[in-house]
């Protein structure tokens, strides 16, 4: 055998272990960074626990099947606290792949990160799939390499939208919005919903995320006597405003936050919390997707679905993976990624199709605040209770 049938034999042999080594192992590592501390944990803090929890319950199962081995392999999520901090998360999800050689990485949740890490996704040219990260701005970008499970922010408000449409009851809104990627996103759609369904933005304004006095715009709102104050935002800052808003006497008939499900809402403002409205993802006794597994995952961590729903997207996006994993039959990246966006998947927020941009189709559900505990409102044939109308 002359050298270059020697080369061409270590090319081959090369190649082979490359393709094969994916399936060569023992654990599917799954790869992501979460806020657990800083800016977004109120909304995040526990991401971890519920990961720990879902892998559990996978686990117990067997695993997820790879048809190419013939057998299950059970799953290890390996995550990281971003601390909130878009150069954090960058760094550990280039150590993500790098070191850790995980086999396929989940976006981290938020907006601003996401935006930071997916370029490390696209970089490496290693599939990433997106859960709490909707805003349209990520997926602008011509990236080949990022997929996510939400549809765009800007339709983050659409069945709440849809229910005013269909009452009439909300005639004028003002519209306070946090400076942050996430809550412009929202608020570009909340004014196209507005204007579909009947309904004047009479005040519009853009706030700092770290604005600490709201004295003056909470003035301007009461002077334009809204049916609906309309907040995209992050609790911290949706806690602030509240508060004061309430001590100046702004009640609006209707208040609403986009991210007003979370417990720190509650809690940090007791009673006035009483009537508001949010969004939510999953609440006990949706029968979608996996929903046994969720169940099982949410018994062994403890955690309130409701209280920290933004959470919860994580396991739809943990459900498209393992779908992609079980039609591929393989645990080639590429070969799994095609699958994603190429299938209708069942999740436990809905069925998920990847549309062709980045984005996907999962959109969030309308509660409100009744005695204390988060009620879906609408659609008809998901919601829990009545819309209480106006706020009391």
Not at 59 to 68: K, Q
Not at 169 to 187: M, P
Not at 213 to 235: E, G, H, L, R, S
Not at 241 to 267: D, I, N, W, Y
Request: charged residues 20%.
């Amino acid at each position: 055998m002359n050298i270059w049938s020697l080369k061409l034999l270590a090319v081959v042999i090369a190649l082979f272990g490359a393709v094969t080594s994916a399936d060569a192992q023992d654990v599917i590592k799954i790869g992501a960074t979460a806020p657990i501390t800083g800016s977004l944990s109120s909304v995040y803090s526990i991401q971890g626990k519920l990961w720990d929890a879902w892998s559990q319950a996978q686990n117990e199962a067997g695993g997820i099947f790879v048809r190419s081995l013939n057998k299950k392999l059970p799953i290890k999520i390996i995550y990281y606290d971003d601390k909130s901090d878009p150069k954090t998360s960058v760094k550990f999800y280039e150590r993500l792949i790098s070191e850790d050689q995980v086999n396929f990485l989940m976006g981290p949740p938020g907006s601003p990160i996401a935006f930071a890490a997916s370029t490390v996704a696209e970089r490496y040219k290693f599939p990433m799939i997106h859960g709490g990260a909707s805003d349209p701005q990520i997926y602008e970008r011509g990236f080949k390499y990022i997929q996510g499970v939400l549809a765009p922010g800007t339709y983050w408000s659409y069945y709440l939208f849809d229910m005013f449409g269909k009452s009439k009851k909300i005639k004028t809104a003002a519209l306070l919005v946090e400076d942050s990627l996430y809550s412009r996103g929202v608020a570009v759609g909340v004014r196209e919903l507005a204007e579909k369904n009947g309904i004047k933005i009479i005040f519009d304004q853009t706030i700092p995320s770290d604005n600490q006095d709201f004295t003056a715009v909470t003035a301007q709102i009461k002077q334009a006597n809204p049916d609906m104050v309309y907040v995209a935002t992050f609790p911290p800052f949706y806690i602030r405003f509240a508060k004061q808003a309430a001590e100046l006497g702004l009640r609006p008939k209707e208040m609403h936050c986009s991210t007003c499900s979370a417990v720190s809402v509650r809690t940090g403002l007791g009673s006035e919390a009483e009537g508001i409205t949010g969004e939510v993802f999953w609440v006990p006794g949706m029968k979608l997707g996996d929903y046994r597994m969720t169940e099982r995952a949410l018994q062994i961590s403890g955690l309130d679905p409701v209280q920290w729903t933004f959470a919860m997207i994580s396991i739809s996006t943990l459900e498209v993976i393992r779908f992609g994993i079980e039609k591929a039959g393989t645990l080639d990246r590429e070969a799994v990624y095609n699958a994603i966006q190429t299938n209708e998947i069942p999740t436990i927020l809905g069925t998920f199709k990847a549309m062709g941009n980045g984005l996907g189709t999962l959109s969030p559900l309308p509660v409100q605040v009744q005695g204390g505990k988060v009620e879906v409102i609408w659609p008809p044939e998901a919601k829990t209770a009545d819309y209480k109308f106006p706020r009391q």
